[in-house]
Structure formats: structure tokens, C-alpha cells
RNA sequence: GAGGACCUAGCUCAAUGGUAGAGCAGCGGCCUUUUAAGCCGUUGGUUCCGGGUUCGAGUCCCGGGGUCCUCACCA
């Protein structure tokens, strides 16, 4: 029982208030109490015996009701009160909607007093038998109802349901219920995830935890997040990547390792990024990038088929479809910008004549000339990588080696490099490599990338030391790649923002 | 970071610079097969916040906050 209710109560929460002191006054538990047995609301409707409503409508004998009978809970989403019979819908996160009725001639007293002092959003526990109504619905005829939980907060419109995108990113646990796709996402994204854990480990990988909190944070390019450890009175850096621990498992002896979990980058937000993400890092002892290509290929459409009511790996995705279950197809970097720009890419002249011709910018402000390999890049995203079908999973694959300092390059042409990339609907989905293991060759690449950075970068990004002493105790050659799971969260549920597929999206604090 | 749009009752949305409204929810009444139940009656506002223009501002102007979109940034 209350003492004091809180000042600036809301008038609406303050009536619902006083209905849930109602019930306690009654006698019941506003706020419920251990139930077992129950059912979810998916199920009950499954118990439903014909017959035996027959045989009861006849009769019209509680003595001979063989009727199943379910024990159910569920939010209240519909309530619609016909004075001696009050109808109600249920839902829970099996089912949208599922009916029950209190009458006052069959429900037990305490239970439609319950009843006639629900609100929408309560959360009741209903028990009785399965009837069809005249209309053919399936409903549980209530012989008892208990309260589980009292909703204070006025839930949103019955129909339109949460609508301000705001509301529901801020307010999940509302947007859940009251529009269940939210739920079915969430779900959906559990399910996957799972899938590959167990596919991952049918395949001998071994899935391990590497550190979050780092002293360098490697492993990718990207501005990480600091903190502060107080015990150390050291700064410490969120992880952005945890590559270079993977890596040191493989010296250590492990040969095949996996992590899933968060990395967290200080950049922009919008669809596709969000600061903290999920990344499904692996490697391969003894591999290739054609190796783990070969893979991913495997785990996505697992991921899919997991994802899949039918259970064939094809899945709607915008305005088309996308078949995870073809083979996935495969250009060079080399002919998916020579088939859209007309040029290769090692025509020097040509590529810098093109980028200042399509108005790119070729020098800096400074007026020094930009380098080769940053124009074939800028004119690549800009006008051959759009230009993949955006519902066909398509790797691109032997990227520029100046453009992947940390891939091994390919034997047969050291200018390219053994890393391969894939796009499904528009998005890059991860980057797959042969990882370099030489130290020596790492060594200097960290230096390079080192002399390369602005000065606001160069603050955070270090020389990983006892990343080179791992190298230098041997790594066998290895490919690995780092999976995008929001974004493929975001293929396989058809949700148009990386928001959409996370639990508690980042949002601006308010005030 | 730049540009654009938006923010009105608990929710979903209206309102030429001229009395802030509807539906749903709520409250009171009637109702034992309803389906967004129905019928009668009824309450409800810091129009995101702060300034300004005006006889008069939800509406126009300036500043701030938040959200969305586009672009930029982004292994």
C-alpha cells in the first residue's frame, strides 16, 4: 500500500493507482506472485478440443465439462466491458492476440472484480477452459483471474499503436509490446546469433573473450572511446577491434578461434553505424582468405535459413529479395572498376585526369598532390561499388595492396592483396583476409600507419610492441575475417536501421 | 560537422496570425458472445524550452534542446 504518491503524478497514473489499491484491498497481489504451469498464449490455442465443446454446449453440465483447461498470463491489449461479460485480449511474446472472457456467473469473484478493474497494459493470469465464441474465435472462458502486474503508465493508442520513433527506441520495453515486430526482431537476432555459435563450434572453432578494456586499441582504424581506470591511474581505451588478441590465441597454439561481441568506435552515427556494435571476429590456422570466404559463405546462409520461415534462405529485403542459397558472386577490385569506369587501375594519368574530370578532389588544400591509390579508391566507392545488385551477396575481392596494409599480398602480384569484401543489399558486411605474419613486414606497416595519421589520431594510435613480440614466437598462416551481426541482423529480419535490430540504440541523454 | 523537415491532450493526429480540436484512452451511466464492441454523458493543454515582432503567436523572427532525412566523417 502506498503511503505517499509521487507529486507530480500524472492524473491518468494516479487513477490506475487507485484501481490497483482496489485490488489489494480485495485481497489479491497487485503485483502477482509465483504461477506455474502456464502456458504460452501460442500454445493454449493449440488445446482447443472441438468435441469436447460440443458435447459441453449441449449439456450445458459443469459436471461433464471435459472442455481443456489452460492457465495463461498476458498483457492486456483489448478490454471491452459488456457489463456481466467482459472481453479482454492477451498477448505475450508468443502471440498477438489471444481471448479471454470473464464472466460474472462462471469467473470466480475475486475475478471479475479483477476484471472490471483492469486497465490496458495490466498483466493478468487467467485459468479455465477453451470455448469457441459464436464467431469461431478460440477463447479461454475464465473460471479465475489474478492480477501479475499493475501498468501505472498509459499505454499507447490501442490501434495505432507507438508510433514516435523516439518514444520507441527510448522506451523499449513499451515498444515491445505494443508493437510486437520490435519483439519478433529481438527474438529473431537471438535465434541467428545462436545458430552461428553452434554452427561455429560443429566446425572446431573455439569461441573465447579477448579484453574490452585495452591500453592501445588496434586491430582496426577507427577513434576509440576512452576511460579512466582508478586503481592503475591509467587511461584505458574501449576495444575497437579484438583482432590482435585473437591473433596472439593462434601463436598461443589455438587454431580456430572466434569471438562475438561488442566493439566500440567513436564516430558518427546513422543507419548503418552505431557507436557500440556487434562483430563476429574468426580465425583459421593454416587458411586463406578463400578459406574463410568459403565460411562465411556457410555461416550466412545457415543464418539465413535460421531466419527463414520456410526454412530455403531466401529472404525479402526492401523491395526485392535475396537468395542466400546461390553461391555467392565473386569480382576482382581490379574489373568491377575497370567494367565502371572504363580504365584499370594501374593507368596512372588516366585515373587522375578521370577523378578531377568527375570532380573528385585530387590535391589537398595545401595543394600537394594526392596519392594514386587514395584517388582509384575515392573513384571506386564513389562510382563502381554503388553499382553492385543490391540483392545479390557479391564479394569483391583483391583489393589494392597500398589500400590494406595489414593483408598479406598475393604471391602471383605483390601490388594486390589477399583480402576480399562482402556486399549484400547495399551494405559492406565484413572484411575477410590473409593475415600477414611476418613481424618484420607488420613492423613496418604499424610504422607506416603511424607516420600516416593526422595529429588527432596519432594520439590514441600506438605501436603495439608485444603484438610484434607475438609475431616473432610465430603465427602459422592464417585467415580471418570480422562479421557486421547487426547488419546482417538487419538483411535476415528486413529492417531498414542498424536502430532497428539493437535492443537499447544510443540515444542523446534528455536535458 | 553542414543543410532540410518535424516537436500540439496519456497515444495517433488536426488547427489562413483571430476562442487550441478530433479519434482512441480516461471518468460516470446502461449492457452476458464482444472483435478497434456499442449507446448516453463527461474530464483532460507549460502547443519542447527561452526571448522577440504584433492589438493578438501553436502559426512569423532569433537562440537553445530533442528527433528524423540527406550529405560529410567512418578499414
Known amino acids: 500500500m502506498p503511503a505517499d504518491l509521487p507529486i507530480d503524478v500524472h492524473k491518468l497514473e494516479a487513477q490506475r493507482r487507485t484501481k490497483r489499491d482496489e485490488v489489494a484491498q480485495l ?4 503485483y502477482g506472485q509465483r504461477t506455474d504451469d502456464l502456458l504460452p498464449l501460442a500454445e493454449a490455442h493449440t488445446h482447443y478440443d472441438q468435441a469436447a465443446d460440443k458435447t459441453f454446449q449441449e449439456h450445458k453440465d459443469p459436471a461433464r465439462d471435459t472442455r481443456p483447461r489452460v492457465k495463461i498470463a498476458g498483457r492486456v491489449t483489448l478490454h471491452r466491458d459488456n457489463g456481466k461479460l467482459i472481453w479482454m485480449n492477451l498477448r505475450d511474446n508468443t502471440r498477438e492476440s489471444f481471448q479471454i472472457a470473464v464472466s460474472k456467473k462462471d469467473c470466480d469473484e475475486l475475478g471479475f472484480s ?5 486497465d490496458m497494459g495490466d498483466i493478468l493470469i487467467a485459468e479455465g477452459p477453451l470455448m469457441k465464441t459464436r464467431t469461431g474465435e478460440v477463447t479461454c472462458w475464465a473460471s479465475t483471474l489474478r492480477p501479475a502486474s499493475k501498468c501505472l503508465i498509459p499505454p499507447p493508442e ?4 507507438l508510433q514516435d520513433i523516439e518514444l520507441r527506441y527510448r522506451q523499449r520495453y513499451v515498444d515491445m509490446w505494443a508493437n510486437p515486430e520490435t519483439t519478433a526482431v529481438l527474438e529473431l537476432r537471438s535465434r541467428v546469433i545462436s545458430a552461428i555459435r553452434a554452427f561455429l563450434a560443429e566446425r572446431g572453432f573455439l569461441e573465447v573473450e579477448t579484453p574490452m578494456l585495452q591500453t ?5 582504424a577507427a577513434r576509440p572511446f ?9 587511461d584505458l581505451y574501449m576495444r575497437i577491434a579484438p583482432e590482435l588478441f585473437l591473433k596472439r590465441l593462434l601463436v598461443g597454439g589455438l587454431p580456430r578461434v572466434f569471438e562475438v561481441n561488442r566493439n566500440f568506435r567513436n564516430e558518427g552515427l546513422d543507419k548503418q553505424h552505431n557507436p557500440e556494435f556487434t562483430m563476429l571476429e574468426l580465425y583459421q590456422a593454416f587458411g586463406n582468405y578463400e578459406t574463410i570466404m568459403a565460411l562465411t559463405e556457410d555461416i550466412v546462409r545457415h543464418a539465413a535459413r535460421t531466419a527463414s520461415p520456410a526454412g530455403a534462405a531466401i529472404l525479402p ?9 546461390q553461391p555467392f558472386d565473386r569480382i576482382t577490385y581490379a574489373d568491377l572498376f575497370k567494367q565502371h569506369l572504363g580504365f584499370a587501375i594501374t593507368e596512372r594519368d588516366r585515373v587522375r585526369k578521370e577523378a578531377e574530370t568527375r570532380g573528385l578532389k585530387v590535391r589537398t588544400e595545401a595543394g600537394v598532390e594526392l596519392d594514386h591509390w587514395f584517388l582509384v579508391n575515392e573513384l571506386f566507392e564513389t562510382f563502381a561499388e554503388p553499382k553492385l545488385h543490391p540483392y545479390r551477396p557479391t564479394w569483391i575481392m583483391d583489393y589494392p595492396a597500398s589500400l590494406s596494409p595489414l593483408t598479406r599480398p598475393k604471391t602471383s602480384d605483390p601490388s594486390l592483396a589477399e583480402r576480399a569484401d562482402l556486399f549484400i543489399g547495399g551494405m559492406e558486411i565484413g572484411p575477410h583476409y590473409t593475415e600477414l605474419n611476418n613481424p618484420d613486414i607488420q613492423s613496418e606497416k604499424f610504422r607506416e600507419q603511424l607516420a600516416g595519421v593526422d595529429d588527432e589520431e596519432s594520439t590514441f594510435r600506438t605501436f603495439d610492441e608485444d603484438f610484434i613480440n607475438a609475431l616473432k614466437v610465430g603465427m602459422p598462416p592464417a585467415g580471418g575475417m570480422g562479421l557486421g551481426i547487426d547488419r546482417l541482423i538487419m538483411l535476415l529480419a528486413n529492417q531498414p536501421t542498424i536502430r532497428d535490430v ?3 540504440p544510443m540515444m542523446k541523454p534528455l536535458g
Do not use: C, V, W
Request: hydrophobic fraction near 45%; charge should be positive; charged fraction near 20%.
Open 226 to 234: 576512452i576511460t579512466h581506470m582508478n586503481a592503475l591511474s591509467i
Open 158 to 161: 490501442k490501434h495505432a499503436g
Open 317 to 325: 529485403f526492401r523491395d526485392g529479395r535475396i537468395d542466400y542459397e
Open 27 to 30: 485481497g489479491m497481489l497487485p
Open 114 to 118: 479483477l476484471a472490471k478493474l483492469t
Open 502 to 504: 539493437i535492443a537499447f
Open 216 to 220: 592501445q586499441a588496434g586491430g582496426a
